[in-house]
C-alpha cells in the first residue's frame, strides 16, 4: 500500500477545481508528495489538507479511497475506522452464543498472563470446566435448549467469578477461566461456588448437569510452556471426569511438589533460607 | 556383547526446570564419547521431553510397552549422540501415576534391558510420586541435580529427605547446574550438605557444578548435545570434569 501525504500549499485557491490526478501531480513536482513503497500504483492515498478542498468533491466522491479533502473530515474518518476496528476486533474475539471471550482470545490472553507472571513473579491459575451430562440435555430437549444453558451457564460464571478472572468459551461445552494472581487454594474456592450455584439451579435433565473442574497452577513444578500448562488443567479435567463427574482435580504435578515441600519443617527451611545468604 | 551389570543411576531434582534433562543427555553423551554403552530411560513419565531436547519424534514409547505389549526393543532408539534411549509418553495420566504392579513391571523391563550396557541413567520426574520414590530405590547411585535457587535447594532437600527417612537410604551425588562459577556451585553444595549432615545425619556427595554458558540454550535450539557441539566451552569442560568424578 502506497500512503501519500500532501502538505497543502496556499496556491490552491477554494475555487480552483482540481482533479486529485492533478494534484498529485503537482505536488510531485514541489516535492510535497511524500510516497512511500511503488509511487505507480498507490492502493490508497491521505492527503493532509490545512484549508478547505482545492478539488472537486465528485472526484473525490467517486474515489472514495482518496475521500478526504478536510481536516475534519479526515478526523471523522478516522475516528469512523477506528470504531469499526474494535467492532470486528471484538466480534473475533468474542463468542457470539454466550458473550465470554472466546478460544482465540484465550490463547492471546493466556501468553499475556504468563508473561505477567513471570515478570511480578505472582502465580497464574487456570481452571477447565467441562459441562457433566450436557449431551443428554442436547438429545433430550434439542440444541436449542442446549444453547439456551450455555448461555445461562456463561451468565453464572460472569456473575460468580472475581472482577480479574477471564473467562472464556474454551469451545462446545468446556469454559476456561484464567485467574492472575491466584493460586490453586483460592482457585479451588471459587470452582466450588461455581458448582454449588449450579446445584441450586432447576434443570430438566435427570441426572442434572454438574461440573468437571481441572485446575493448573504457573509458575508451576515443572518449566511448563503454555501448551503444558493448558494441558495440565486439561488433564486434571478429565480425571474430575473419570473421577465420577461433578469434582475438582488439581495438577497431580502441584500436588506432587506440595507434598514435597511438606515434608521439610519449619527448622530445616529457615536453615535453608537463612544459613545460605 | 558381554552380559556385564550396568551401574543405574537416577537423576532427579525434586523442582522441575532446573537442567535435569539437559544434564542427562550431556552425561550419556560424553559416556558415550569415552566408549562406554549408555542407555537413558525417559522416567519422567507425565513431562517427558528428552525426544524433544534430542530432535526425535518416536513412533511408540514406554506407555506402549507398559499399556499395549509392545516389545521394549521396538521402543529403544539409538540417538546421534552415540547412546541408547528408550522415551517416554508426554501429557499421559496414567504413566504420571503409575500404579504398583505397573511399576514393579516398569522395573523388570529395566533389568531386562539393560543387560550389556555399563551405565543406565534414569531420568526421574518433577515433585514426588510412588513412581518417583520407587526409581530412585530402584536405582544403585541417586544423582540429583540442583540449582542456586531457593525452591530447587528445598525440594532437592525434600526429595533426599523423604528418600532416606522413608527407606534409609543415603549416598546421594549432588550436581549444581547454572552457576557462575565452580567457587558458587561448591558453596550451594555445602549449604545443602550442612543441612543434610544436621538434620538428616549424612553426607551427600559433590560431583561438580555446570556454569551458566549460553552454548547451552544453543544446543538446545538445535537439538543437541553442548558436549559434542561446543566440546571447548566451559559447560563442556565442567561436564567432563563430573564424568571422571562419576568413574572414581
Same mark, same amino acid.
Given at each position: 500500500?502506497?500512503?501519500?501525504?500532501?502538505?497543502?500549499?496556499?496556491?490552491?485557491?477554494?475555487?480552483?477545481?482540481?482533479?486529485?490526478?492533478?494534484?498529485?501531480?503537482?505536488?510531485?513536482?514541489?516535492?510535497?508528495?511524500?510516497?512511500?513503497?511503488?509511487?505507480?500504483?498507490?492502493?490508497?492515498?491521505?492527503?493532509?489538507?490545512?484549508?478547505?478542498?482545492?478539488?472537486?468533491?465528485?472526484?473525490?466522491?467517486?474515489?472514495?479511497?482518496?475521500?478526504?479533502?478536510?481536516?475534519?473530515?479526515?478526523?471523522?474518518?478516522?475516528?469512523?475506522?477506528?470504531?469499526?476496528?474494535?467492532?470486528?476486533?471484538?466480534?473475533?474475539?468474542?463468542?457470539?452464543?454466550?458473550?465470554?471471550?472466546?478460544?482465540?482470545?484465550?490463547?492471546?490472553?493466556?501468553?499475556?498472563?504468563?508473561?505477567?507472571?513471570?515478570?511480578?513473579?505472582?502465580?497464574?491459575?487456570?481452571?477447565?470446566?467441562?459441562?457433566?451430562?450436557?449431551?443428554?440435555?442436547?438429545?433430550?430437549?434439542?440444541?436449542?435448549?442446549?444453547?439456551?444453558?450455555?448461555?445461562?451457564?456463561?451468565?453464572?460464571?460472569?456473575?460468580?467469578?472475581?472482577?480479574?478472572?477471564?473467562?472464556?468459551?474454551?469451545?462446545?461445552?468446556?469454559?476456561?477461566?484464567?485467574?492472575?494472581?491466584?493460586?490453586?487454594?483460592?482457585?479451588?474456592?471459587?470452582?466450588?461456588?461455581?458448582?454449588?450455584?449450579?446445584?441450586?439451579?432447576?434443570?430438566?435433565?435427570?441426572?442434572?448437569?454438574?461440573?468437571?473442574?481441572?485446575?493448573?497452577?504457573?509458575?508451576?513444578?515443572?518449566?511448563?510452556?503454555?501448551?503444558?500448562?493448558?494441558?495440565?488443567?486439561?488433564?486434571?479435567?478429565?480425571?474430575?471426569?473419570?473421577?465420577?463427574?461433578?469434582?475438582?482435580?488439581?495438577?497431580?504435578?502441584?500436588?506432587?511438589?506440595?507434598?514435597?515441600?511438606?515434608?521439610?519443617?519449619?527448622?530445616?527451611?529457615?536453615?535453608?533460607?537463612?544459613?545460605?545468604? | /556383547?558381554?552380559?556385564?551389570?550396568?551401574?543405574?543411576?537416577?537423576?532427579?531434582?525434586?523442582?522441575?526446570?532446573?537442567?535435569?534433562?539437559?544434564?542427562?543427555?550431556?552425561?550419556?553423551? *560424553?559416556?558415550?564419547?569415552?566408549?562406554?554403552?549408555?542407555?537413558?530411560?525417559?522416567?519422567?513419565?507425565?513431562?517427558?521431553?528428552?525426544?524433544?531436547?534430542?530432535?526425535?519424534?518416536?513412533?511408540?514409547?514406554?506407555?506402549?510397552?507398559?499399556?499395549?505389549?509392545?516389545?521394549?526393543?521396538?521402543?529403544?532408539?539409538?540417538?546421534?549422540?552415540?547412546?541408547?534411549?528408550?522415551? *517416554?509418553?508426554?501429557?499421559?495420566?496414567?504413566?504420571?501415576?503409575?500404579?504398583?504392579?505397573?511399576?514393579?513391571?516398569?522395573?523388570?523391563?529395566?533389568?531386562?534391558?539393560?543387560?550389556?550396557?555399563?551405565?543406565?541413567?534414569?531420568?526421574?520426574?518433577?515433585?514426588?510420586?510412588?513412581?518417583?520414590?520407587?526409581?530412585?530405590?530402584?536405582?544403585?547411585?541417586?544423582?540429583?541435580?540442583?540449582?542456586?535457587?531457593?525452591?530447587?535447594?528445598?525440594? *532437592?532437600?525434600?526429595? /533426599?529427605?523423604?528418600?532416606?527417612?522413608?527407606?534409609?537410604?543415603?549416598?546421594?551425588?549432588?550436581?549444581?547446574?547454572?552457576?557462575?562459577?565452580?567457587?558458587?556451585?561448591?558453596?550451594?553444595?555445602?549449604?545443602?550438605?550442612?543441612?543434610?549432615?544436621?538434620?538428616?545425619?549424612?553426607?551427600?556427595?559433590?560431583?561438580?557444578?555446570?556454569?551458566?554458558?549460553?552454548?547451552?540454550?544453543?544446543?538446545?535450539?538445535?537439538?543437541?548435545?553442548?558436549?559434542?557441539?561446543?566440546?571447548?566451552?566451559?559447560? *563442556?569442560?565442567?561436564?567432563?570434569?563430573?564424568?571422571?568424578?562419576?568413574?572414581?
Amino acid at each position: 500500500m502506497t500512503i501519500s501525504c500532501i502538505n497543502n500549499n496556499s496556491s490552491h485557491r477554494r475555487d480552483e477545481k482540481k482533479t486529485v490526478r492533478d494534484l498529485l501531480e503537482e505536488h510531485e513536482k514541489t516535492s510535497y508528495l511524500l510516497t512511500e513503497g511503488s509511487s505507480n500504483k498507490p492502493v490508497s492515498i491521505i492527503l493532509l489538507c490545512d484549508s478547505p478542498a482545492p478539488f472537486d468533491k465528485k472526484i473525490l466522491d467517486a474515489t472514495p479511497h482518496i475521500a478526504l479533502h478536510m481536516e475534519d473530515d479526515l478526523l471523522q474518518k478516522v475516528n469512523e475506522l477506528h470504531e469499526e476496528n474494535i467492532k470486528l476486533r471484538s466480534l473475533s474475539l468474542i463468542d457470539s452464543l454466550t458473550g465470554l471471550f472466546n478460544n482465540r482470545f484465550f490463547w492471546m490472553q493466556l501468553e499475556v498472563e504468563m508473561a505477567r507472571t513471570k515478570r511480578t513473579g505472582d502465580l497464574c491459575s487456570l481452571m477447565m470446566i467441562d459441562l457433566d451430562n450436557f449431551k443428554l440435555l442436547n438429545d433430550t430437549f434439542g440444541h436449542l435448549e442446549g444453547d439456551r444453558f450455555l448461555v445461562e451457564f456463561g451468565s453464572i460464571l460472569r456473575d460468580n467469578s472475581r472482577s480479574t478472572d477471564l473467562i472464556y468459551r474454551y469451545g462446545g461445552d468446556e469454559f476456561a477461566v484464567i485467574m492472575p494472581a491466584t493460586s490453586v487454594p483460592d482457585a479451588l474456592r471459587t470452582g466450588k461456588r461455581f458448582q454449588e450455584i449450579l446445584e441450586d439451579i432447576p434443570q430438566k435433565t435427570d441426572p442434572a448437569i454438574s461440573l468437571s473442574i481441572g485446575v493448573s497452577e504457573y509458575p508451576p513444578v515443572s518449566s511448563y510452556n503454555m501448551n503444558e500448562f493448558v494441558n495440565a488443567a486439561d488433564l486434571a479435567m478429565y480425571g474430575a471426569k473419570k473421577g465420577g463427574k461433578n469434582r475438582i482435580c488439581v495438577d497431580e504435578k502441584w500436588e506432587m511438589t506440595t507434598r514435597l515441600y511438606n515434608e521439610v519443617n519449619r527448622d530445616e527451611k529457615v536453615a535453608l533460607l537463612m544459613e545460605y545468604q | /556383547m558381554t552380559d556385564k551389570t550396568p551401574v543405574i543411576i537416577s537423576i532427579a531434582s525434586g523442582k522441575g526446570g532446573v537442567g535435569k534433562t539437559c544434564i542427562t543427555i550431556n552425561l550419556a553423551a *560424553a559416556l558415550s564419547g569415552k566408549d562406554k554403552r549408555v542407555l537413558v530411560i525417559d522416567c519422567d513419565l507425565g513431562l517427558a521431553n528428552i525426544d524433544i531436547m534430542l530432535g526425535i519424534n518416536p513412533q511408540s514409547n514406554l506407555k506402549d510397552v507398559l499399556f499395549k505389549d509392545i516389545d521394549v526393543r521396538e521402543v529403544l532408539i539409538r540417538t546421534k549422540a552415540g547412546f541408547d534411549f528408550i522415551p *517416554a509418553s508426554s501429557g499421559s495420566r496414567e504413566m504420571a501415576q503409575l500404579l504398583n504392579e505397573n511399576i514393579e513391571r516398569l522395573k523388570d523391563l529395566m533389568v531386562e534391558i539393560s543387560g550389556g550396557y555399563d551405565y543406565v541413567f534414569l531420568d526421574i520426574g518433577a515433585g514426588i510420586s510412588d513412581t518417583v520414590l520407587q526409581l530412585n530405590l530402584f536405582a544403585s547411585r541417586n544423582f540429583v541435580i540442583v540449582s542456586r535457587d531457593l525452591t530447587s535447594m528445598t525440594d *532437592a532437600y525434600a526429595l /533426599m529427605k523423604m528418600i532416606n527417612q522413608g527407606f534409609g537410604k543415603q549416598g546421594f551425588e549432588l550436581i549444581v547446574n547454572s552457576v557462575r562459577d565452580d567457587k558458587e556451585g561448591l558453596k550451594v553444595f555445602n549449604h545443602i550438605a550442612s543441612i543434610c549432615k544436621r538434620f538428616l545425619n549424612f553426607s551427600p556427595r559433590y560431583l561438580g557444578s555446570i556454569p551458566f554458558d549460553e552454548v547451552i540454550p544453543r544446543s538446545i535450539m538445535k537439538q543437541s548435545v553442548f558436549v559434542n557441539l561446543f566440546p571447548r566451552s566451559s559447560a *563442556a569442560v565442567m561436564l567432563n570434569r563430573i564424568i571422571d568424578t562419576i568413574s572414581l
